[in-house]
């Protein structure tokens, strides 16, 4: 069911916990620093190319972005952070917004961590991390932009980012991953099938 994120329509936009939809079914979340490629993984995913807005402002995904593909399974995309040209006091608002979704959402079913892979494990990056083992949500590190890293630099590069997982004992799988070439979409699409119940 490989074309099963082809479905997939934006649904709502969240600033407050209190606006959150129902919970029903499986939910997975995007997260990553503000220039870190999500969105573009997230249109590559789905194969809409405007589904997520892309931008060369970081920090563009201000709010809690819920794109479902049935009744039972979405994608949430969360608040870029790390790069925005914002005041503090909106950085602790999407902190505070961020803590309370991954925290406290019953049927999220995972994140999809999306690092640079020219630029992996900034000090945010190992916060989400840390959402994820305190609340027993499995992992998916996606090391994007892939593409501009050479052969054998991807592959020193994941192996780096898989030892340095494993040293922390989490719960967690490493990819590459490119939106351009495209690299990684099936290896992408395999994980999520997983946590959202594709199929079953």
Known sequence: MSNFYNQAKFEISVAAIKQLPPEQG???AFAGRSNAGKSS???ALTG??????????????QLLNFFRMDEQRALVDLPGYGYAKVPESVKRQWHD???SYLS??????????IMDSRHP?????????DWAVAGSLPLHVLLSKADKLGKSQRANTLRQVRKELT??????????FSAT???GLEELRSTLDNWLHVGA
């Open 121 to 129: 494990f900034g000090r945010l990056d190992q916060q989400i991390i």
């Open 48 to 61: 809409h190319r405007n589904l997520a807005r892309t931008s060369k402002t970081p920090g563009r995904t």
């Open 104 to 113: 406290n959402r019953q049927i999220l079913s995972g994140i999809v961590l």
């Open 181 to 183: 070439l495209p690299l």
């Open 26 to 28: 499986y939910e997975v």
């Open 167 to 176: 040293s922390l004992g989490i719960d967690t799988s490493t990819q590459l």
């Open 41 to 43: 993984a997230i249109n």
């Open 97 to 99: 917004l961020i803590d």
